[in-house]
T-cell receptor
Framework: EAQVTQNPRYLITVTGKKLTVTCSQN?????MSWYRQDPGLGLRQIYY???????DKGDVPEGYKVSRKEKRNFPLILESPSPNQTSLYFC???????????FGSGTRLTVV | GQQLNQSPQSMFIQEGEDVSMNCTSS?????WLWYKQDPGEGPVLLIA?????ELTSNGRLTAQFGITRKDSFLNISASIPSDVGIYFC????????????FGKGTLLTVNP
């Protein structure tokens, strides 16, 4: 089954403790992206990757890092999480220009 | 950056009613997408629109790309309880339309 898999689905952590949210897709897509969703704000893009070793900032990249060492994986790294990064995070992959992207089921992160 | 306004923010309707939501942008775009997010899941593409004036249907859903290329609407006819969720209008931009910009969403509640 074609899908985007995120892990974990839920995570509660403390301020300053580094964490990684993994994202994997099995559709051989070159494009992958991370979004955060906050109430009343829709989804906002954090980082995106057009291909292996090619990443770029989205609209809200502060406090996040990403890497793209292989096509299928695109982890999101929070080096020093803060409470304002409490949010619902989505990873997506696809072929630009072809009917949108496939989204994962989300990771709900709480930073206390 | 471009402004994308989606309305209404929320709707509460009775099963069987029709519903309409719309989006306007401050700039001209070539691609409008409509996504739906079920509770606890990631967004899923409903309809993609690529040409000004284009009217596209997907079952009980109908969407149109405004002739000014600055607006779009989504209609749902004869609503059912599983229509509950958040509906997003999305603009695709950038080379190959890689960048998705989400509206703030319309939360739809259907009363059985």
């Amino acid at each position: 089954e074609a899908q985007v898999t995120q892990n974990p689905r839920y995570l509660i952590t403390v301020t300053g403790k580094k964490l990684t949210v993994t994202c994997s897709q099995n559709m051989n897509h070159e494009y992958m992206s991370w979004y955060r969703q906050d109430p009343g704000l829709g989804l906002r893009q954090i980082y995106y990757s057009m291909n292996v070793e090619v990443t770029d900032k989205g609209d809200v990249p502060e406090g996040y890092k990403v890497s793209r060492k292989e096509k299928r994986n695109f982890p999101l790294i929070l080096e020093s999480p803060s409470p304002n990064q409490t949010s619902l995070y989505f990873c997506a992959s696809g072929i630009p220009g072809q009917d949108g992207y496939t989204f994962g089921s989300g990771t709900r992160l709480t930073v206390v | 950056g471009q402004q994308l306004n989606q309305s209404p923010q929320s709707m509460f309707i009775q099963e069987g009613e029709d519903v309409s939501m719309n989006c306007t942008s401050s700039s001209i775009f070539n691609t409008w997408l409509w996504y739906k997010q079920d509770p606890g899941e990631g967004p899923v593409l409903l309809i993609a629109l690529y040409k000004a004036g284009e009217l596209t249907s997907n079952g009980r859903l109908t969407a149109q790309f405004g002739i000014t290329r600055k607006d779009s609407f989504l209609n749902i006819s004869a609503s059912i309880p599983s229509d509950v969720g958040i509906y997003f209008c999305v603009l695709a931009s950038g080379g190959s339309n890689y960048k998705l910009t989400f509206g703030k969403g319309t939360l739809l509640t259907v009363n059985p």
